[in-house]
């Protein structure tokens, strides 16, 4: 695909920040329901807390925070038995929240949501088995639509749009099984065609 197609789709994904590997501190003999959990802890460089998660028997069990340099708090997890488990939700700093997805045995699942630091949603989509699937929409801050895609076990797969601020259609094209394929057809403001593009066999070409 050409850089410049590869700007019209270019597709957002979701990045919540995970803690890192390289623990600096250790503190245990924390208490709660008859179980008892160690916190590991990482630091910045100038000392500020980085991210901290509780830990039991060697595994992730519960609460994980990620923090910015502010002390802020920047993601939130939560692990059963070293899995992924619950609501997972990143934040803007100011705290405004900035996406959440759910997890199940350590899969993503269900709605998943990306907002605007305006608390606007930016994007929502849907896991099933762990994979997208289905309709995805990402949102101009305004409100209206600016992409839709359709995905089939984790791949691109149907009809794709983008849509300028003002609603008219600025891209369509298709996709099958993650591979773009027929024409993309790319519109000006005024809704004429200003350039189509061939696919086939992976490789795009200019047409028009």
């Known amino acids: 695909m050409s850089r410049r197609l590869s700007f019209y789709f270019n597709i957002l ?8 590997e390289k623990w600096q501190r250790y503190l245990s003999g924390i208490q709660r329901g008859g179980r008892r959990y160690t916190i590991k802890k990482e630091y910045y460089a100038g000392g500020t ?5 509780e ?3 060697n595994e992730k069990e519960g609460k994980a925070l990620t923090f910015y340099e ?3 708090v920047k993601s939130e997890w ?4 070293d899995r992924l488990e619950g609501l997972a939700r990143g934040y803007y700093p100011g705290g405004a929240l900035r996406n959440e997805r759910q997890y199940l045995q350590g899969r993503p699942a269900g709605k998943a949501r990306e907002y605007y630091e305006s608390g ?4 929502e989509w849907e896991y099933v088995e762990g994979k997208r699937e289905g309709e995805i929409k990402d949102y101009h801050e305004s409100g209206r639509v600016k992409t839709v895609w359709n995905y089939k076990r984790g791949k691109l797969h149907g009809p794709a749009k983008e ?7 600025r891209v369509e094209g298709e996709f099958q099984e993650g591979k773009q394929i027929g024409e993309t057809l790319v ?8 350039e189509v593009w061939s696919h086939c066999d992976g490789k795009s070409e200019r047409v028009r």
């Open 70 to 72: 502010s002390g802020e």
């Open 49 to 53: 807390l980085k991210s901290e998660t």
């Open 55 to 57: 830990w039991k028997n």
């Open 187 to 194: 519109y000006g403001e005024d809704g004429k065609i200003q």
């Open 13 to 20: 994904l979701l990045n919540i920040e995970a803690s890192g």
């Open 163 to 169: 849509y300028y601020e003002n609603g008219v259609l």
């Open 78 to 81: 939560y692990y059963q038995k």
């Open 120 to 123: 606007k949603l930016k994007s």
